[in-house]
């Protein structure tokens, strides 16, 4: 009898140590489920953190590339005087008289307008859309040339603040603060308002506009030539 009592309590005791045995495995692989669920957790968010910041630096590269273009382009275009580009446009005008004065054969002085021609994509096309290249070139020649080719005044940029429309991302505002004057008189400063668009290439303007009357009617009447 005591045989057999001891048989059935090792049995017993072996049935308890299973069951808490599998009430352990079961714990583990809970464990291990919930764990598994918290690393993907905590992978995913990190996931979601990295794509974020790589649309956000793109997004930001962008901008910086149209800002710098604005940025070049505008100081270009008001850093007065431009002393190549005043001497090819004295050219240019010096040839042009000559061919009225002498009738001499068709294209007389169209190197030196050539001659413009080349310097303006030098200086302008990395920062200008194809498509609105050829516009650029008249709005240069027909308003944006007195800005850095009136040589009885000196004009520089002191700071341009740009600033890019949150309703319109390919918009952009910028404010130029100007030092303007005679050259060999006082200065002024003065602030000039204008817009440029990017619609297709990152960094090349697709339109530009300059909201000023006063100055460049100023520098434009000045000129002797």
């Known amino acids: 009898m005591s045989y057999n009592r001891n048989i059935l309590?090792?049995?017993?005791?072996?049935?308890?140590?299973?069951?808490?045995?599998?009430?352990?495995?079961?714990?583990?692989?809970?464990?291990?489920?919930?764990?598994?669920?918290?690393?993907?957790?905590?992978?995913?968010?990190?996931?979601?953190?990295?794509?974020?910041?790589?649309?956000?630096?793109?997004?930001?590269?962008?901008?910086?590339?149209?800002?710098?273009?604005?940025?070049?382009?505008?100081?270009?275009?008001?850093?007065?005087?431009?002393?190549e580009m005043l001497s090819l446009f004295k050219n240019m005008i010096s040839a042009m008289e000559n061919r009225i004065s002498a009738s001499p054969e068709p294209g007389y002085g169209a190197l030196e307008s050539s001659s413009i021609d080349e310097k303006i994509k030098e200086l302008y096309g990395p920062y200008i859309s194809d498509e609105w290249y050829e516009s650029f070139l008249q709005h240069f020649y027909s308003n944006f040339f007195s800005y850095s080719i009136a040589d009885e005044y000196e004009t520089k940029v002191n700071n341009i603040k740009i600033t890019q429309s949150k309703e319109i991302p390919s918009n952009y505002e910028f404010l130029l603060s100007l030092n303007h004057g005679l050259k060999n008189g006082s200065k002024e400063n003065i602030e000039i308002k204008g817009s440029a668009q990017f619609t297709g290439e990152e960094g090349k303007i697709t339109y530009l506009r300059f909201f000023d009357k006063d100055l460049h009617m100023k520098l434009r009447e000045s000129l002797t030539f």
Do not use: W
Not at 34 to 49: A, D, E, H, M, T
Not at 52 to 78: G, M, P, W
């Open 9 to 83: 309590y090792l049995n017993a005791e072996y049935a308890a140590n299973c069951h808490q045995l599998t009430i352990y495995k079961k714990e583990v692989l809970n464990s291990m489920r919930q764990n598994k669920k918290i690393i993907l957790g905590i992978g995913s968010f990190f996931l979601v953190i990295v794509v974020c910041l790589i649309l956000s630096f793109a997004k930001r590269t962008e901008a910086d590339k149209n800002e710098e273009a604005i940025r070049t382009v505008t100081t270009q275009i008001f850093t007065c005087p431009d002393e």
